[in-house]
T-cell receptor, first 110, second 113 residues
Framework: QKEVEQNSGPLSVPEGAIASLNCTYS??????FFWYRQYSGKSPELIMS????GDKEDGRFTAQLNKASQYVSLLIRDSQPSDSATYLC??????????FGAGTTVTVRA | EAQVTQNPRYLITVTGKKLTVTCSQN?????MSWYRQDPGLGLRQIYY???????DKGDVPEGYKVSRKEKRNFPLILESPSPNQTSLYFC????????????FGPGTRLTVL
């Protein structure tokens, strides 16, 4: 079982719609959770971090964490073509390790 | 400008020819890490360093070496590269720990023939 699992996609959504990305993790002791965005040919960049159960909103992005079910999700509201990218879920099982999922590719069609 | 730099950006080499990929950060970060990215597998951690002279293995350390003699530099060494090390490599740094925001370098695309 992979430590962090994501649907690889591609996830195609129309402009203005909500994109919903899911991620599950296997290590119950994980405390920190992240969403990184990676444009084609570029390096990953952090867009959201979440540490406690519930929702965290930042602009058009909302991260949701449920530690009991071991999943974390990302909602992108009012999707724009500039949101077309691969979204990487990352989980921090201890202070020094960061485990990434394989990523979900999102395409926003105009 | 705060940044992580890697060199070279692209490298084609042959099996067994030792190579070094350099990584440098100018943010005075303590934590540095190397990842490889392969299709369908995502980013996998190779090695990380918590500070000068302190390094440890990640998930896929076989065939790689690292050193951290200075805080700003964290080179990745392939003593005898093999074709299965063909990949996209990223160096990253963060202020203190892996749970801090990781700042990634631009990546090094390595092909081993």
């Amino acid at each position: 079982q992979k430590e962090v699992e994501q649907n690889s996609g591609p996830l195609s959504v129309p402009e203005g719609a909500i994109a919903s990305l899911n991620c599950t993790y296997s290590d119950r002791v994980s405390q920190s959770f992240f969403w990184y965005r990676q444009y084609s040919g570029k390096s990953p960049e952090l867009i959201m971090s979440i540490y406690s159960n519930g929702d965290k909103e930042d602009g058009r992005f909302t991260a949701q964490l449920n530690k009991a079910s071991q999943y974390v999700s990302l909602l992108i509201r009012d999707s724009q073509p500039s949101d077309s990218a691969t979204y990487l879920c990352a989980v921090n099982p201890n202070d020094y390790k960061l485990s990434f999922g394989a990523g979900t590719t999102v395409t926003v069609r105009a | 400008e705060a940044q992580v730099t890697q060199n070279p950006r692209y490298l084609i080499t042959v099996t067994g020819k030792k190579l070094t990929v350099t990584c440098s950060q100018n943010m005075n970060h303590e934590y540095m890490s190397w990842y490889r990215q392969d299709p369908g597998l995502g980013l996998r951690q190779i090695y990380y360093s918590m500070n000068v002279e302190v390094t440890d293995k990640g998930d896929v350390p076989e065939g790689y070496k690292v050193s951290r003699k200075e805080k700003r530099n964290f080179p990745l060494i392939l003593e005898s590269p093999s074709p299965n090390q063909t990949s996209l490599y990223f160096c990253a740094s963060s202020p203190g720990l892996a749970r801090d925001e990781q700042f990634f370098g631009p990546g090094t695309r390595l092909t081993v023939l």
